[in-house]
Nanobody, 125 residues
Framework: QVHLVESGGGLVQAGGSLRLSCAASGRIVSIDVMGWYRQAPGRQRELVATITRGGNTDYVDSVKGRFTISRDNAKNTVYLQMNSLKPEDTAVYSC???????????????????WGQGTQVTVSS
């Protein structure tokens, strides 16, 4: 089994910064893509940013220039540096790991995707 544990959420004033972390643990061989999603109350979950194992990144337009995604492949950890936060960034942020190659309990290789439990980010005006 693979577990994703997020940290770094909290309450911050508009214009402030937060850094989210998501560490994946388990019998992981490699992780293809890691990303951050967010869901605000009454709204659909949206993709915020993704990063491939090779370091290619992509962002939703609303966070470009303010958020930076990065990862440490050796630690199976992805980060989201959020600067110039706005009240509309308030949401539960969840980490996703896709194309996760693991060694199963039977000893064979399998590919799957996993989600973290989410961390609350609240930006006050």
């Amino acid at each position: 089994q693979v577990h994703l544990v997020e940290s770094g959420g909290g309450l911050v004033q508009a214009g402030g910064s937060l850094r989210l972390s998501c560490a994946a643990s388990g019998r992981i061989v490699s992780i293809d893509v890691m990303g951050w999603y967010r869901q605000a109350p009454g709204r659909q979950r949206e993709l915020v940013a993704t990063i491939t194992r090779g370091g290619n990144t992509d962002y939703v337009d609303s966070v470009k220039g303010r958020f930076t995604i990065s990862r440490d492949n050796a630690k199976n950890t992805v980060y989201l540096q959020m600067n110039s936060l706005k009240p509309e960034d308030t949401a539960v942020y969840s980490c996703n790991a896709g194309g996760v190659l693991i060694v199963s309990s039977e000893g064979d290789l399998k590919v799957n995707y996993y989600w973290g439990q989410g961390t609350q980010v609240t930006v006050s005006s």
